[in-house]
């Protein structure tokens, strides 16, 4: 049988370190457009205490999103040793295209795909270059798309990256604009004929818009005198907090089922780095679905205190420093089964269940 495996993997991680106490000379309003009446250092340890951030990572000024999606490209197919005129599919997730510093706003037109394969050279016209737009689940979507391809007989390789600069698009007058950043990750899955089934065994997908659309959304500053004319990413924190308590064990554990794996074989979830009393919460609601309450320690790695949240980066960065022996304590084993899965902007939740082969 034709399975989807890992060939490679790669990251970009910016080198510009933002601190928490590099905040402390902003001024914090409210959504409603009221000056927060607290002392930023409480501010920020209250936001250290929630989100388990204690730094993230910008962009340098000259960089966009396509250039750190191939930064991460260049990395995978370096890790793989893959021929990129062989790629099939070269698929990018991300959320606001490529936005100039000078000039923070959306650029989509044209794809960032179609810019990351010019940048890496590619000439190869039948490699489909394209982009999804998914909220934070972007990449694990990409993987979920690239699998039906490559399960099809229909490719035999894809690229898919994960690239967002968040940095250009915060509020600095909002407190959740401290919990995000900027990145790329890069994995590329190729066909693999194999006698038992391995690599992707199962995935699942869901998009929750009718009460849930505006969840995470584009919007004004918090300050009504900031008189700059952009949109800025906001967000519900509470609401989207019980969103992905609610539905994601749930459907996690669809997808485990799904697969044949018993759970108590699961060596690993790599779960959306949004927030570390968020994912560890959403983890522990999956198991107790088994009647499990005592978690295996390094179930759920974490990047979320030195990288924040870079959205659809955050998965595949996080596995690519696991393969490469770069996250303390973490490791990854031939025959390891593992849980992929994300919640994010729509609202969308995704998952798959991977067998290490």
Request: net charge negative; aromatic share 8%.
């Amino acid at each position: 049988m034709i399975s989807s495996v890992f060939l490679g993997t790669g990251s970009y991680i910016p080198e510009n370190v933002v601190k928490n106490e590099d905040f402390l000379q902003n001024a914090f309003y409210s959504p409603q457009g009221e000056k927060i009446d607290r002392e930023n250092s409480e501010i920020i340890n209250k936001l250290y205490e929630i989100s388990g951030i204690r730094e993230r990572r910008y962009v340098n000024k000259e960089h966009v999103s396509s250039d750190i999606a191939r930064l991460a490209a260049e990395d995978a197919l370096d890790t793989s040793g893959f021929d990129r005129e062989k790629l099939d599919y070269l698929i990018v997730a991300h959320n606001l295209g490529d936005a100039p510093y000078e000039n923070p706003r959306m650029d989509i037109l044209p794809p960032v795909a179609s810019r990351v394969k010019a940048k890496l050279g590619i000439k190869n016209p039948y490699t489909v270059a394209y982009d999804i737009p998914f909220g934070c689940p972007g990449w694990v979507q990409g993987i979920i798309q690239a699998n039906y391809y490559i399960k099809s007989g229909d490719a035999k390789s894809a690229l898919v990256i994960g690239s967002e600069t968040l940095s250009r698009i915060v509020d600095p007058y909002d407190r959740d604009g401290m919990l995000f950043s900027d990145g790329a990750g890069a994995a590329l899955l190729v066909a693999r004929e194999q006698e038992k089934a391995t690599g992707v065994l199962s995935h699942l997908t869901r998009s929750d818009a009718i009460e849930h659309v505006d969840l995470l959304s584009m919007g004004k500053s918090n300050n009504p005198e900031y008189k700059q004319d952009s949109t800025f990413i906001k967000m519900n924190g509470r609401k989207l907090y019980e969103y992905a308590l609610t539905n994601v064990p749930p459907l996690v554990k669809e997808v485990v089922d799904k697969s044949g794996i018993p759970v108590s074989d699961i060596k690993k979830i790599l779960i959306h780095q949004a927030n570390e009393k968020m994912d560890e919460a959403i983890v522990k609601r999956f198991f107790r679905l088994y009647g499990i309450r005592n978690i295996p320690d390094q179930m759920m790695p974490l990047t979320l205190d030195q990288f924040g949240n870079n959205s659809v980066a955050t998965i595949p960065i996080m596995y690519d420093l696991i393969l490469k022996g770069k996250l303390e304590g973490q490791e990854i084993h031939a025959g390891d089964p593992l849980v992929f899965t994300s919640v994010g902007a729509g609202m969308n939740i995704n998952a798959f269940m991977y067998q290490t082969p």
